[in-house]
């Protein structure tokens, strides 16, 4: 894989629908889905102008799982709603060993030393939630868990400045790459209108059959309002340390090392959402609380001012 300094167009409809001949979800995108795969092990190398990575994963598998994240028949593992024309779908991805290596490029703008960042982990497994039209199979919203156990983490002082350097050259492409979906397609912004309330259910016409409801309310209760990326961690033990040295007459002295910092954290997570407007609800939110609501009045009060020197100008 490599970085692009400018955005792909985004991708139109289903490989899979289209090579079946169809324009809409249907059997071939349900038998696709429906595979288990197994991979031995596999290596993603990726290229950048600043620094080139490499993933390797071992013992891989991918299968479908019910919205509860177990295995069971595969008629359970997507929820379809004829009303909305939506689909959700789950997959879960579990391998036994991750490797992630980094190092940067030869060119001018790197450090002549540097040292390369490496990081093994043990089993963990990522967990994926798609809602999907099923007219042309688009994804309207996504989340995605990046779930891992224990974790220790041997870190040096020039390793935390080159991951430094790392993730400011791909802020740059992936800013560019936020600023394009926002703008193509902004159907994944908007927040799914809520469920109807009993007394509208009351309402509806004669001819609609109360499966049709029971379905509405299991699709809300496990529907993506907004799309999402999440990273969980049960412990993660890091160690800093400093590897400065100085050389003196042409040899290296180790005597001359600093000190060295061990962090714990348990049950660490980080929650994203990228497409989530200021002064929006957050009720929706994996990790909601009622100390939200503060900054939910703040985030509203901060956009009404906004507003009004805009409409000044």
């Not at 490797?99 to 703008?109: K, S």
Request: net charge neutral; charged share 25%.
């Amino acid at each position: 894989m490599r970085t692009c300094e400018e955005p792909r167009p985004p991708n139109g409809q289903s490989p899979i629908a289209l090579a079946a001949g169809q324009s809409e979800y249907g059997f071939a995108e349900k038998v696709v889905e429906g595979m288990f795969i197994v991979v031995n092990s596999i290596t993603i190398k990726i290229h950048s102008k600043a620094f080139h990575a490499s993933f390797e994963l071992w013992q891989l598998q991918g299968y479908s799982v019910n919205p509860n994240w177990q295995q069971s028949d595969l008629r359970l593992t997507r929820i379809t709603d004829p009303q909305r024309g939506e689909v959700l779908t789950f997959k879960e991805l579990t391998w036994q060993t991750l490797r992630i290596e980094a190092d940067a490029t030869d060119n001018g703008d790197q450090d002549p030393v540097t040292t390369p960042l490496r990081l093994i982990t043990n089993q963990g497994r990522i967990q994926i939630s798609l809602k999907r039209r099923t007219k042309d199979c688009n994804v309207m919203a996504s989340k995605l868990m990046f779930l891992l156990d224990d974790l220790l983490w041997v870190l040096t002082d020039s390793q935390l400045k080159a991951m430094m350097k790392y993730a400011e050259s791909l802020s740059e492409a992936m800013e560019k790459s936020a600023q394009q979906r926002k703008s193509s397609v902004p159907e994944s912004v908007q927040i799914t209108p809520p469920a109807p309330s009993t007394q509208q259910s009351w309402s509806q016409p004669f001819g609609v059959s109360p499966n049709a409801t029971s379905i509405g309310q299991y699709f809300d209760k496990h529907d993506m309002k907004e799309s999402s990326y999440h990273l969980l961690i049960s412990r993660l033990d890091l160690h800093i340390c400093d590897d400065s040295h100085t050389r003196e007459s042409g040899t290296l002295k180790h005597g001359m090392l600093g000190g060295a910092m061990q962090l714990t954290f348990r049950r660490m997570a980080f929650d994203y959402y990228p497409f989530h407007r200021a002064g929006d609800a957050c009720r929706h939110w994996v990790r909601y609380s009622e100390a939200m609501e503060t900054r939910g009045q703040w985030a509203k009060k901060l956009v009404s001012e906004f507003q009004s020197k805009i409409e000044k100008l």
